[in-house]
């Protein structure tokens, strides 16, 4: 037997009257691809359909910018986004900026980033995208940090991590989701 010790992290909260649930997860890898899509069905089962404003961020394990057959790539995301989750990187960027996170090599001194599989989605409450272009209303910002060695602080020469970290903000307009009642 195989015990895989994954799981995810949620905190809820209410602001101006509407619901805001943030999740953080980190996916099992494409390698074993019945474990990581059980792990996202379960997410999605769990956290697809709430009230309010849900956010998942994370490892997700799911190149965004791979097709089927990369061994980078998983339905994950492409199910994500298909049900109503919205990639702020897409969001802020459009396809403009690839946004590649992953992965430094273990020495965490050499490689290159050329996967994106790490996310910040958000699925507004139903109808809020209503505008007719699938964008989310407001304003999204998104960066990259830690992709450079400029951003390395210590020790000299070596990344904190194997991916690079995505800062994300975003700011729904006041009164659009309080008239809405927050669903």
């Known amino acids: 037997p195989v015990q895989i010790g994954r799981g995810y992290s949620r905190v809820e909260t209410v602001f101006n009257g509407t619901p805001y649930h ?3 997860t980190h996916l099992e890898t494409q390698g074993i691809r019945p474990v990581h899509d059980a792990q996202a069905l379960e997410l999605f089962a769990r956290f697809g359909d709430l009230p309010g404003v849900t956010v998942v961020m994370g490892d997700l394990n799911s190149d965004a910018e791979g097709v089927e057959g990369d061994p980078s790539w998983t339905p994950t995301y492409g199910f994500l986004t298909a049900n109503g989750f919205v990639d702020l990187w897409e969001e802020k960027t459009g396809r403009d900026e690839i946004g590649y996170t992953c992965c430094w090599e273990p020495d965490l001194m050499t490689g290159a980033l050329d996967e994106r599989i790490d996310f910040v989605l ?3 409450p139903s109808g809020v995208r209503s505008n007719g272009n699938g964008a989310l209303p407001g304003a999204v910002h998104m960066d990259i940090i830690g ?3 400029g951003d390395v602080v210590y020790p000299p020469g070596v990344y904190p991590a ?3 970290g995505l800062f994300a903000g975003f700011n ?6 309080t ?5």
């Open 22 to 24: 943030v999740i953080t």
């Open 122 to 124: 958000v699925k507004p």
């Open 147 to 149: 992709e450079e060695m």
């Open 162 to 164: 194997d991916h690079a």
């Open 172 to 177: 729904v307009p006041r009164g659009l989701l």
């Open 179 to 183: 008239r809405r009642g927050g669903r």
